[in-house]
């Protein structure tokens, strides 16, 4: 009987004699988290030692989407801005006409 499968299978507690049922199966959780924790912790420090290929490839997807996707938007705004009309203000450009600054 192997560690990882038998523990979630029996309860290797049940038959301890010095032990009520409530105790086997609390001790018994208490093994199948550790045994949980141990699997997860694995698979961490794997993923941490070397990329998700799989991950990366579509994540390199997913970025090419958006760089389209923020080159659309962009050329959106520009054409929305361009669709508006000049205004034409005498005098010179816009912003001269909001200047405040008292001139002698």
């Known amino acids: 009987m192997s560690a990882t499968s038998g523990i979630f299978d029996v309860n290797p507690y049940e038959s301890h004699a ?17 045994q949980h924790v141990k699997d997860l912790t694995v698979t961490t420090r794997r993923l941490s030692e070397r990329p998700d290929e799989n991950l990366i490839a579509r994540l390199r997807v997913l970025e090419r989407k958006m760089g ?35 001139r002698r």
């Not at 010095?18 to 550790?34: F, G, I, Q």
């Open 18 to 34: 010095s032990l009520t049922a409530l105790e086997a199966n609390v001790l018994w959780e208490y093994a199948k988290l550790s």
């Open 68 to 102: 389209l996707v923020l080159t659309l938007f962009k050329a959106s705004v520009w054409g929305v801005i361009n669709e508006q009309p000049v205004q034409e203000i005498e005098g010179g450009y816009a912003y001269a006409t909001a200047d405040t600054t008292l």
